[in-house]
């Protein structure tokens, strides 16, 4: 019903118009056109998958012999665009980007670890939220996969923001990716704008310590920091939401360092897997274990007020009460789990 | 009438400034101070030359400020491409700031605005998303450029603080881009190949000359007011740029690229020292926050308009930007329909 009233008023004024100017028929024939072209350049832009195919059948027509550089241009141009998107948000975190991927991240999360997420329902539904989670893994598979447990799993389906450490915010081609799909470099001025915001965020307090843990150190969390994010808890009176992921201290088990090799490149260390770096680029492959991510009860902090961040000794007692409770969950889990590749 | 002393009129948006501020209070507001005269055009603009690197250069704008009742000061006399002599580059911008600072103060005048870049703060890995005017300037930058800024800031800053009756403003301006602007980057736009590093694809922030010069007059207008950064409405990433500008990109891994950048700066051939490498692997992101609070400055122009509106003006003929057309043609319709 409504759609017919819609559409009389339009069909009359252009009937209108068209009483109004009958010899501009030229006109409305050259405005029908820029209409048209509106159109396609709208579409254009929805479908930028297909103007690659459109760039490479054209480069591949025209050959080697015809390629110029603006040909050239056009192409590496569709090839970009074909999965980032032209414009990302004030963090740089880019939707296309991150649809692009997600597909071999699920495949990840559902195939590969067969992620095992319990205890969703305590991250908080809006509001800002901490999310204070175990690293391991050498990579930081850990973060993504706990971003796509709350992508999944919760029933808010919201984006949780990974703080990400300097040193894979640092390194080439793992920089852009992580910053595209949300993540933000791991300061108190990003937590603290983010919180602001409402958001809620990902952190791994353990930082290098952690994620390059050796392998007979597993599961034991190292110390958390300077208690940076209890002070931003603190600040913003965020519920902090203990994570525990068991599963990824054993996908790049750390046999040996080689830090002097890292060096020239800017790691901070260069592990030895059983793997990597003796069978080359198939040593990245990481082990098929399985995983499990649980999220504990939420510890609020609000009753000490944002001037509680001033005082070490508090920040540290709440820092170390956080660590004990995510050890015991962490050990919780591993007492319960018969075999690292079945759970 | 107390009147309005801009140094560098010569410059881009120095010159943009001069004709503006002519604009709203006629020619005899305002006085330009540079070692080049304004153009020709400005009618009855009051000109007077000092040379800011030249010893004494303090005393001779003590005379000038006195003589020609200035009590307000808008320095922006910078360089916005970097120079390979250095040492120039570091007399004017560094000693001609404290030369400049050291005049104002003696002639009693109210307020000096000083020109400067969200470059100050240094493209490192560990840079919140978003640097606010709290975050400490990069003093020890690999770049001589970055710390003639740093250290002009500073002198405004000092002199400011001896003689409380001197308030300051630096003006942290994103980098420039848009129709006139000539700097390094503007001639890497130019280039078929643009060489980048391998894997890296930072948010930029390309501010409009429009939002540069309402953003300074809205300063002029409110008064000392600190540290404020000059940013655009929204940051583009800088592969999304230079995709745009259809650009064959050369990725370079970043541990060859410095050396390499470095011999052909100083060859004579690059455009710029390999520090600045870092701006393309690094995010320089600043917060337009306290502009909004203090000025009331609002971005009008995004990163992309900007971009945008510099590729019409360099390349007309460029068939490629829809937008344009598109508009252009929309334009035609509508007249052709009326």
């Known amino acids: ?343 | 009438m107390a009147r309005i002393a801009i140094t560098g009129t010569a410059s881009f948006l120095g010159g943009r400034l001069l004709r503006r501020l002519v604009a709203a209070r006629g020619a005899d507001g305002v006085l330009a101070v540079d070692i080049t005269p304004p153009p020709t055009t400005l009618h009855g603009v009051r000109h007077r030359m000092v040379d800011l690197t030249l010893p004494g250069a303090d005393r001779r704008l003590l005379e000038v400020f006195r003589e020609e009742e200035v009590d307000t000061v808008v320095h922006a006399a910078f360089f916005t491409t970097p120079r390979r002599d250095a040492a120039y580059a570091h007399e004017l911008e560094s000693i001609g700031t404290l030369h400049l600072a050291a005049g104002a103060a003696a002639a009693g005048v109210r307020h000096l605005l000083l020109r400067s870049f969200t470059g100050v703060y240094g493209a490192r890995g560990q840079n919140p998303s978003l640097l606010t005017e709290e975050s400490k300037p990069e003093a020890d930058s690999g770049l001589s450029w970055v710390r003639d800024k740093v250290e002009a800031e500073a002198h405004a800053f000092s002199f400011s603080r001896r003689y409380p009756g001197l308030g300051v403003t630096v003006l942290r301006f994103a980098t420039l881009l848009g129709p006139g602007v000539h700097t390094f980057y503007t001639r890497l736009l130019s280039k078929r190949v643009v060489p980048v590093p391998l894997g890296y694809d930072p948010l930029v922030q390309l501010l409009h000359p429009d939002d540069a010069l309402e953003a300074a007059a809205l300063a002029l207008e409110k008064g000392p007011s600190g540290v404020v950064n000059v940013v655009p409405r929204a940051s583009i990433t800088l592969l999304t740029a230079l995709h745009l500008s259809d650009k064959v990109i050369v990725p370079v891994p970043h541990p060859v690229a410095y050396p390499l950048a470095e011999l052909w700066w100083g060859s004579g051939v690059g455009e710029a020292p390999s520090g600045f490498i870092d701006y393309a692997r690094f995010p320089c992101v600043a917060d337009g926050e306290k502009a909004s609070v203090k000025l009331g400055f609002r971005a009008r122009h995004s990163s992309r308009d900007a971009l945008e509106a510099y590729l019409a003006y360099r390349f007309p003929e460029a068939a490629h930007r829809a937008p344009e057309a598109r508009r252009a043609s929309e334009s035609e319709a509508h007249e052709v329909g009326a």
Request: contains cysteine.
């Open chain 1, 1 to 343: 019903m409504s759609g017919q009233a819609k559409v009389v008023p339009i069909a009359s004024r252009r009937a209108r118009t068209k009483r109004r100017e009958p010899p501009a028929g030229d006109a409305l024939l050259r405005r029908r056109v820029v209409d048209l072209e509106q159109e396609l350049s709208d579409l254009r832009g929805s479908e930028r998958r297909e103007s690659l195919l459109v760039a490479l059948a054209r480069a591949v027509s025209s050959g080697a012999g015809g390629m110029t550089w603006a040909s050239l241009a056009r192409l590496q141009r569709a090839l970009y665009f074909a999965w980032h998107s032209e414009e990302t948000d004030k963090f740089g975190a880019d939707a296309r980007f991150a649809e692009t991927i997600e597909p071999f991240f699920d495949f990840l999360y559902a195939v590969w670890w067969r992620v095992e997420a319990t205890g969703t329902e305590h991250v908080p539904a809006s509001g800002p939220g901490l999310v204070v989670c175990n690293h391991s893994g050498v990579l930081p598979y850990d973060g993504l996969m706990v971003q796509l447990a709350i992508r999944h799993e919760h029933p808010a389906r919201r984006l949780c923001r990974m703080l990400a450490l300097d040193m894979f915010a640092l390194l080439p081609v793992l920089a852009p990716m992580l910053s595209k799909s949300g993540s933000v470099r791991a300061n108190p001025e990003n937590a603290e704008r983010l919180l602001r915001q409402g958001e809620l965020l990902g952190v791994f307090p353990e930082g290098v310590k952690g994620v390059g843990k050796r392998f007979h150190e597993r599961y034991k969390l190292a110390r958390f920091g300077r208690g940076g994010f209890v002070r931003v808890a603190l600040r913003t009176g965020a519920p902090i939401v203990p994570c525990a992921i068991v599963g990824a201290e054993e996908i790049h088990p750390v046999i040996g360092k080689a830090d002097w090799v890292g060096r020239p490149f800017g790691l901070p260390y260069f592990p030895l897997t059983p793997t990597f770096p003796w069978l080359g680029p198939l040593g990245l492959v990481p082990l098929p274990t399985k995983w499990s991510i649980d999220f504990g009860e939420p510890i609020e902090v609000t009753q000490y007020g944002p001037e509680g961040a001033e005082d070490p000794i508090l920040v540290n007692r709440i820092a170390e009460s956080v660590r004990e409770t995510l050890q015991q969950m962490i050990d919780g889990r591993l007492a319960r789990r018969r075999s690292v590749w079945f759970g």
